[in-house]
């Protein structure tokens, strides 16, 4: 069973961290089928969908909107971030395309599905690298705006990416804990 007060609470502080971010990271961490993921993707959504609407009123369809829709949707359009979903394995992938992983570090809003889910390093050209943490610090330097979920807690980060990664995640991120049981049918026995 399901505390729907505990859903609709999550869903509040993420939307207090949209518009009123104490920390420019939000972290959603718990265990399996518990929301987190599909938390993620509506917010990556919505985001997508408003700049969209805003966009579209700015181009094609400007010539019917009053100047004042105008002048907000150019206010939208410049105060949210462009919204970018990748999950840490894909993360990994990307080693082998440089331009694309230097996007993902540097987008205006990264949410990264699935931290913990990758492997944490890979090879390219030779060279050990770990991709998850190297994403993190790049945008910790420029203090920019990431939501991530795992299932790591705070001591499954260190074990897993260690000190330097797990404190510069405290600084930057807000947590908010999912520790309902999964919302996905129990598998049969």
């Given at each position: 069973?399901?505390?729907?007060?505990?859903?609709?609470?999550?869903?509040?502080?993420?939307?207090?961290?949209?518009?009123?971010?104490?920390?420019?990271?939000?972290?959603?961490?718990?265990?399996?089928?518990?929301?987190?993921?599909?938390?993620?993707?509506?917010?990556?959504?919505?985001?997508?969908?408003?700049?969209?609407?805003?966009?579209?009123?700015l181009?094609?369809?400007?010539?019917?909107a009053?100047?004042?829709?105008?002048?907000?949707?150019?206010?939208?359009?410049?105060?949210?971030?462009?919204?970018?979903?990748?999950?840490?394995?894909?993360?990994?992938?990307?080693?082998?395309?440089?331009?694309?992983?230097?996007?993902?570090?540097?987008?205006?809003?990264?949410?990264?599905?699935?931290?913990?889910?990758?492997?944490?390093?890979?090879?390219h050209?030779?060279?050990?690298i770990s991709?998850?943490?190297?994403?993190?610090?790049?945008?910790?330097?420029?203090?920019?705006?990431?939501?991530?979920?795992?299932?790591?807690?705070?001591?499954?980060?260190?074990?897993?990416y260690?000190?330097?990664?797990?404190?510069?995640?405290?600084?930057?991120?807000?947590?908010?804990?999912?520790?309902?049981?999964?919302?996905?049918?129990?598998i049969?026995?």
């Open positions: 069973m399901h505390n729907d007060r505990q859903t609709e609470q999550r869903i509040r502080l993420v939307a207090k961290w949209l518009t009123r971010p104490a920390k420019p990271g939000l972290l959603l961490y718990g265990g399996v089928g518990n929301g987190k993921t599909t938390l993620a993707r509506a917010v990556c959504r919505t985001m997508a969908g408003l700049l969209a609407a805003a966009d579209r009123m181009a094609a369809d400007a010539w019917q009053s100047a004042e829709e105008l002048r907000q949707a150019e206010r939208l359009r410049r105060s949210l971030p462009r919204p970018q979903m990748i999950s840490a394995p894909e993360v990994v992938a990307l080693i082998g395309t440089p331009d694309r992983f230097e996007a993902i570090k540097k987008s205006a809003l990264l949410i990264l599905d699935d931290m913990g889910c990758e492997a944490v390093t890979a090879k050209y030779g060279t050990e991709p998850v943490a190297e994403i993190l610090y790049a945008r910790y330097d420029r203090m920019l705006p990431t939501i991530i979920t795992s299932n790591l807690d705070d001591d499954g980060i260190v074990r897993r260690g000190m330097r990664v797990a404190d510069r995640m405290a600084e930057l991120f807000d947590r908010i804990a999912f520790d309902t049981a999964s919302y996905r049918q129990p049969p026995r």
